[in-house]
């Protein structure tokens, strides 16, 4: 079992930057992939950036590939997403998401955090 709490989140300009970060309780963490998913009003949960159990492989979505980097810390249990040249459409609830493997479908992810805000002013 595993718990996840997104932080990180708020209000920045075009072209800001944020990094959000996510917490997971238990002994489990390393052993499982991670993901980066967002949520905007009225628009289905879309993936944003994967990594690896190890942190040996990155997957990002196009929206995103250049300005968001993903990286984890197995000592600490927490995934994070740097996040730069921020635009507009970044505006979503940011999730982070543990699974088994390679995934870029919520499908693939079996525990997720409540969410952080992020909303981006043009």
């Known amino acids: 079992q595993m718990q996840l709490v997104e932080s990180g989140g708020g209000l920045v300009q075009t072209g800001g930057s944020l990094r959000l970060s996510c917490a997971a309780s238990?002994?489990?963490?390393?052993?499982?992939?991670m993901g980066w998913f967002r949520q905007a009003p009225g628009k289905e949960r879309e993936f944003v950036a994967f990594?690896?159990?190890?942190?040996?492989?990155?997957y990002y979505a196009d929206s995103v590939k250049g300005r968001f980097t993903i990286s984890r810390d197995n000592a600490k249990s927490t995934v994070d997403l740097q996040m730069n040249s921020l635009k507009p459409e970044d505006t979503a609830v940011y999730y982070c998401?543990?699974?088994?493997?390679?995934?870029?479908?919520?499908?693939?992810?079996?525990?997720w955090g409540p969410g952080t805000q992020v909303t981006v002013s043009s």
């Open positions: 238990g002994r489990t963490f390393s052993i499982h992939a």
């Open positions: 990594i690896s159990r190890t942190g040996g492989t990155t």
């Open positions: 998401a543990a699974g088994i493997g390679f995934g870029t479908t919520t499908a693939a992810y079996h525990y």
